[in-house]
């Protein structure tokens, strides 16, 4: 399957046609300005959203009050609006899932695998870390190319850090919001920013979390497998901001500024081409159990929750 897409990039002198899923977040309108351009850069040059199924979130008002004012942003860009995610297939060769809420994301993701379509899915990958896995089980079973990521991931400097810029990486701490919505796992919503920083710098391989909580602040340590300790600080109080410090064996590094979306639209664009995943299933999903043992230790009052006890939990449930 991926000799295929790489043939198709190589080969295929037509635009290839991205459909999206989910007009209610400011990510579906900046990526079809920097898809739709008339004078896109080669690295995104030849990608054009064609068409868009705009509904999600049914009962998060932040999130349904935006889908007219995005659709009507997106018509003027030269997309079609369409009735179904059926419809929007038959449209399409990729997909980007945009839907801001969580909890369709595994339904609207299933849908788009049995069609065999590559996937993006835009934060948070899902509503639990149950249907985490169920989305990756049935791409794996289907051999179709998913991938999914915050932007911050893509930060220049957060990028220079894990290629070795300051050496090996032996700590971090890592910052951003962390709003919270009562629909989804606390850190799911927002602090999934901050969280995929940190493990931009550090790697898989945490073995427990605990966690502080106030109403305006988050501290989440978490204890990797060869010693090193790894911070995730959610602002919910005063000035917000995305970054952190990474501390490593050649260097102490600050991990940003954010500078936007257009580094991840690259990234998705050459994930389309070669259907080559650029961030593991195993990473993210460890990134999302990051987070739900998060918040068991919340519920357990600050205590340390290994890692591995919730990933096997959430799978069991997922593979019943």
Same mark, same amino acid.
């Given at each position: 399957?991926?000799?295929?897409?790489?043939?198709?990039?190589?080969?295929?002198?037509?635009?290839?046609?991205?459909?999206?899923?989910?007009?209610?977040?400011?990510?579906?309108?900046?990526?079809?300005?920097?898809?739709?351009?008339?004078?896109?850069?080669?690295?995104?040059?030849?990608?054009?959203?064609?068409?868009?199924?705009?509904?999600?979130?049914?009962?998060?008002?932040?999130?349904?009050?935006?889908?007219?004012?995005?659709?009507?942003?997106?018509?003027?860009?030269?997309?079609?609006?369409?009735?179904?995610?059926?419809?929007?297939?038959?449209?399409?060769?990729?997909?980007?899932?945009?839907?801001?809420?969580?909890?369709?994301?595994?339904?609207?993701?299933?849908?788009?695998?049995?069609?065999?379509?590559?996937?993006?899915?835009?934060?948070?990958?899902?509503?639990?870390?149950?249907?985490?896995?169920?989305?990756?089980?049935?791409?794996?079973?289907?051999?179709?190319?998913?991938?999914?990521?915050?932007?911050?991931?893509?930060?220049?400097?957060?990028?220079?850090?894990?290629?070795?810029?300051?050496?090996?990486?032996?700590?971090?701490?890592?910052?951003?919001?962390?709003?919270?919505?009562?629909?989804?796992?606390?850190?799911?919503?927002?602090?999934?920013?901050? =969280?995929?920083?940190?493990?931009?710098?550090?790697? %898989? *391989?945490?073995?427990? @979390?605990?966690?502080?909580? /106030?109403? &305006?602040?988050?501290?989440?340590?978490?204890?990797?497998?060869?010693?090193?300790?790894?911070?995730?600080?959610?602002?919910?109080?005063?000035?917000?901001?995305?970054?952190?410090?990474?501390?490593?064996?050649?260097?102490?590094?600050?991990?940003?500024?954010?500078?936007?979306?257009?580094?991840? =639209?690259?990234?998705?664009?050459?994930?389309?081409? %070669? *259907?080559?995943?650029? @961030?593991?299933?195993?990473? /993210?999903? &460890?990134?999302?159990?990051?987070?739900?043992?998060?918040?068991?230790?919340?519920?357990?009052?600050?205590?340390?929750?290994?890692?591995?006890?919730?990933?096997?939990?959430?799978?069991?449930?997922?593979?019943?």
């Amino acid at each position: 399957m991926m000799a295929s897409f790489e043939a198709q990039a190589q080969t295929s002198p037509q635009v290839v046609r991205v459909g999206m899923i989910g007009l209610d977040t400011s990510h579906s309108t900046a990526f079809t300005e920097i898809l739709n351009d008339a004078e896109a850069k080669p690295d995104v040059a030849g990608y054009r959203v064609v068409a868009a199924y705009p509904h999600g979130s049914a009962d998060i008002e932040s999130s349904v009050s935006r889908i007219p004012r995005y659709t009507e942003a997106v018509k003027k860009m030269g997309v079609e609006i369409v009735d179904s995610i059926a419809e929007l297939l038959a449209r399409v060769d990729v997909v980007l899932l945009e839907t801001n809420d969580g909890r369709p994301h595994l339904a609207q993701a299933l849908e788009v695998i049995e069609a065999g379509k590559p996937l993006f899915i835009d934060k948070p990958v899902a509503g639990s870390l149950v249907d985490a896995v169920k989305i990756y089980d049935a791409a794996k079973r289907r051999g179709v190319p998913v991938f999914s990521s915050s932007s911050l991931r893509y930060m220049e400097a957060a990028q220079a850090i894990r290629q070795g810029s300051i050496g090996e990486v032996r700590g971090a701490d890592a910052y951003s919001p962390a709003v919270l919505e009562p629909t989804h796992p606390d850190l799911f919503w927002y602090g999934i920013h901050g =969280v995929e920083t940190l493990y931009t710098v550090m790697g %898989t *391989g945490c073995e427990t @979390v605990q966690r502080i909580f /106030t109403d &305006e602040t988050d501290v989440v340590i978490g204890h990797w497998a060869d010693g090193r300790i790894g911070t995730f600080r959610g602002i919910r109080d005063g000035q917000l901001g995305y970054g952190g410090t990474a501390f490593g064996t050649e260097g102490i590094a600050p991990i940003g500024p954010y500078t936007g979306y257009r580094p991840l =639209v690259t990234v998705i664009i050459a994930f389309f081409r %070669t *259907g080559q995943a650029p @961030v593991s299933p195993e990473e /993210t999903l &460890e990134i999302y159990t990051f987070m739900e043992a998060a918040d068991e230790s919340k519920r357990r009052g600050g205590a340390p929750v290994k890692l591995a006890d919730v990933l096997e939990k959430a799978i069991a449930q997922a593979r019943e």
